[in-house]
């Protein structure tokens, strides 16, 4: 057996760590991203926050925040706030992956 040694820094380590796992959770949700749009496919198409925040399973902070900073769109309804299923499935992936980079 062969080995080679090499030497990195500490910094590049953890760089290359990152990539890794932005890597690994964007194929875990490929992966899952079929699964999860049958799953929820008995939702209505203008869901409440509870109900949205649990199909891109985040808090109910960081989808007001993502709201907020224009990521998704509210639909006002009387003083009522809804989020459109269609959009959710549509960015679900983009907005799962926002949530392991750091800025």
């Known amino acids: 057996m062969e080995q ?3 030497s990195i820094n500490l910094r590049d380590f953890e760089a ?3 990539q890794w796992m932005r890597e690994e959770a964007a194929k ?9 749009q049958g799953e929820f496919s008995d939702l209505p198409e203008l869901m409440t926050r ?4 649990a ?8 989808l007001d925040s993502w709201a907020k900073e224009g990521r998704l769109t509210k639909v006002r309804a009387g003083g009522i706030v809804r989020f459109r299923k269609d959009e959710l499935l549509a960015n679900f992936k983009s907005l799962r992956d926002s949530r392991y980079q750091r800025v």
């Open 55 to 62: 199909v891109i399973g985040v808090s109910l902070g960081t």
């Open 16 to 18: 290359l760590q990152r």
């Open 4 to 6: 080679v040694l090499f």
């Open 50 to 53: 509870k109900q949205a925040a």
């Open 28 to 36: 875990a949700i490929e992966a899952a991203l079929p699964q999860i």
